[in-house]
């Protein structure tokens, strides 16, 4: 079936740098995917949905110049949260559609715990 | 606009026990209705849905129906087991796009 992978799963950074989150599709091409952010005991809040290609979809609230997204293959989608500050601590998961699946089965990765100090 | 509320966790059931999770939902149109389970390390994965008023989805001994009346899509399973335990999150997708929103998850204990 169809698996996307995350990496890392794990970072701890120091405040005002720059941390990269990929999310890829191992064994199909993701025309869209999703980026999620998960605080404890509350929901997933969509952050941006982003189609390879072309820039991403930014959901209200949520700064773009925070949290850079690029989909620059049918592959592999990343998020960079800039200039992170302890308030970007999260848990920051990737979903992605396409495959065999289609347009509308959801295909989540595993997530990428965001500590930074 | 679309929300989800879930019951707070944890749910502590023993093993073999019946299991609910109450979901319910507030949405415009005519949403489809998921649940997803997370195993400990991994990510979402879809654990049964429901597209129209009245529809049931089944999957590894879980149920859950879609009740357009009283806005509900509560989960149950009539014999856990431990490896069961898991976060569970309550979803609704409108019709025609791609976008989830989740409840908060409950998660599921349950000891032998």
């Known amino acids: 079936g169809a698996v996307v992978s995350q990496h890392p799963s794990r970072v701890i950074c120091k405040s005002g740098t720059s941390v990269k989150i990929e999310c890829r599709s191992l064994?199909?091409?993701?025309?869209?995917m999703f980026w999620y952010r998960q605080f404890p005991k509350q929901s997933l809040m969509l952050m941006a949905t982003s189609n390879e290609g072309s820039k991403a979809t930014y959901e209200q609230g949520v700064e773009k110049d925070k949290f850079l997204i690029n989909h620059a293959s049918l592959t592999l989608s990343t998020l960079t949260v800039t200039s992170a500050h302890p308030e970007d601590s999260s848990f920051y998961i990737c979903?992605?559609?396409?495959?065999?699946?289609?347009?509308?089965?959801?295909?989540f990765g595993a997530g990428s715990r965001l500590t930074v100090l | 606009g679309n929300s989800v509320t879930q019951m707070e966790g944890p749910v502590t059931l023993s093993e073999e026990a019946f299991l609910t999770i109450n979901c319910t939902y507030t949405?415009?149109?005519?949403?489809?209705l998921f649940w997803y389970v997370q195993y400990p390390g991994e990510g979402l994965q879809l654990l049964l849905k429901a597209t129209k008023a009245d529809d049931k989805g089944s999957n590894k001994g879980f149920e859950a129906t879609y009740r357009k009346e009283t806005t509900s899509f509560h989960l149950e399973k009539g014999s856990v087991q431990v490896s069961d335990s898991a976060v569970y999150f309550c979803?609704?997708?409108?019709?025609?796009?791609?976008?989830?929103?989740f409840g908060t998850g409950t998660r599921l204990l349950v000891s032998p």
């Open positions: 064994d199909f091409q993701a025309t869209t």
């Open positions: 949405a415009t149109g005519y949403p489809s």
């Open positions: 979803a609704l997708q409108n019709t025609g796009f791609q976008k989830l929103v």
């Open positions: 979903s992605a559609t396409g495959g065999e699946a289609g347009a509308n089965v959801l295909t």
